[in-house]
Every structure is written in C-alpha cells, then in structure tokens.
C-alpha cells in the first residue's frame, strides 16, 4: 500500500478523473476526502463504494472557488481524519466558445474554478502542512492545454497556463516545509468533461487522429500517476509537470 495513513483530500471527486484518483487512492490505503459541489448522490456512491472495499472516506461539499468554504473543507478533514497530506486540485471545468464571443461571465467561471480554487486549496492545505510541521503533497490536475492552444477555450487555456506558473513558484516556495507541488498534465481521458466529443463519431475520429497510440487514455492510468506523485517513491519530484496524453504534444500530423 504506497499511501497507508496518509489522508487525501481529492477536489471535484464524485466524478471522472477525480473519481478515479479517490478511489485509487483509498485502495493504497489513505483516507479519502470527496469534495463535490450539487451532487451529493454521486459523491456518496464514492464513498460508499470506497467503504464496501473497506475503505476510509467521507464526502464534504465545497466550492473551490470560495475562500470560507474552501478553508472548512480543510478544517473539517482536519477534524474528522486528524489531519492532511495529500491535496489534490482536480476540479475544474471548460466550455468552448469563439474568442470574439466568449461570454465576460463564464470567463470568470472558469478561471474562479479552474485557477483560483487551485490558489485558494493550495494555500489552506499548504498552511495547514506547515502546521503539522512533516511535509505534504499538493498534486495539481492541469492539462495539455497549459501548454497546447485550444481555440474556443480561451479561458481554461489561460487558467491552465496559469496553474503551471502558479505550481513552479509555490513549489520553490514551500520547498523548505518539505511540501511538494506537482502538476498532472492529462490529453484526452474519457470522461464526462468531453460528452460532446464522444457522442459525435467525426470529432471523435478527428481527435484521436491527433493522438500518437491512436486512444482515450482512462481515468485510472491518471490516478496510478497521482497515486504515485503523492506516495513517499515520489520525494525527490517538485515543481513539474508530468504529461499523460498518448504522445498527443509530440504528433507530427502529415509530415
Ligand atoms: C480537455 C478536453 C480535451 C483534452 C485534449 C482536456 O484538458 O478538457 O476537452 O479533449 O484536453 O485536448
């Protein structure tokens, strides 16, 4: 068991690819909290499939982008599991638009959720580690996209480029506390985030045209990588992004 005592807060966990690293994360023996907003019955379905393979977990609602809430989710774990060490910034959320159209709003949506409620977790779990006084994992869900330009996606493009300056600067900055911060970069996984393309065969076939091993990658090859940042094998790895894409950053198309 690469995680045993350790306890692990996974935000926007009662689906996709936060789903998965909870889960894997409770089989490697930590104790597991799902932060969710609005759906308590797929969160609970978490935690109780956690619990009937005998588990630890128990879900909390939080919204990552709100400071009060944010500093509960971490106060309540403290209170229930005695403590944290691993946090993860998996939340998030995208909606495509063109640029000259994107909506003022939901800009501030996503970068709300997909950057500052990184700022916001890091910064309550990061304080609450010091405290403790033995170190820490923050593991940051991004995405190729903190890289790779994505036209109609102005915003979570921004928020994940955002995340990766966020990630290297924290990460030299908590390095005396023992804290390491990561970034997971994951391409194409198939979950609920690309509903549309995975309903319409042609946009389908047009993405997978872009990926070298010609696949979706699964939620649960993300989650052996988180698993793997957040275990103690991983110590000496700070301030980096680590891609899961297929070879999607390196395809060569026609050449
Ligand atoms: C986006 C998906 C997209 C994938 C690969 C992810 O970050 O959420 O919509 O398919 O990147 O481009």
Not at 117 to 123: E, R
Not at 155 to 162: E, I, L, S
Request: charged share 15%.
């Amino acid at each position: 068991m690469k995680l045993q005592g350790k306890v692990a807060i996974v935000t926007g966990s009662a689906t996709g690819i936060g789903k998965a690293i909870a889960t894997g994360m409770a089989a490697e023996g930590a104790a597991v909290v799902v932060d969710y907003v609005g759906a308590p019955d797929l969160a609970n379905a978490v935690v109780g499939n956690i619990r009937s393979k005998g588990g630890k977990a128990m879900a909390i609602e939080a919204d990552v982008s709100n400071p009060d809430q944010v500093n509960s989710l971490v106060q309540q774990t403290i209170k229930a599991m005695g403590r944290i060490d691993i946090f993860v910034n998996n939340a998030g959320m995208e909606s495509k638009h063109p640029f000259t159209e994107y909506p003022f709003e939901l800009w501030q949506k996503v970068i709300a959720i997909d950057l500052t409620g990184p700022f916001l977790c890091a910064q309550a779990a990061a304080k609450a580690m010091i405290q403790q006084g033995n170190g820490g994992r923050i593991v940051n869900i991004s995405s190729v996209h903190e890289d790779l330009p994505m036209p109609t996606n102005a915003p979570y493009c921004a928020a994940k480029g955002g995340l990766r300056m966020l990630m290297r600067t924290i990460a030299v900055e908590l390095a005396p506390h023992k804290i390491t911060v990561n970034n997971i970069a994951p391409g194409a996984i198939y979950t609920p985030i690309d509903a549309d393309v995975e309903a319409n065969n042609k946009i389908e076939s047009a993405l997978m045209a872009e990926i070298p091993l010609g696949r979706w990658g699964k939620p649960q090859e993300v989650a052996d990588l988180a698993i793997f940042l957040a275990s103690d094998a991983a110590g000496y790895c700070t301030g980096s992004t680590f891609f899961i894409d297929g070879g999607m950053l390196r395809q060569s198309g026609s050449l």
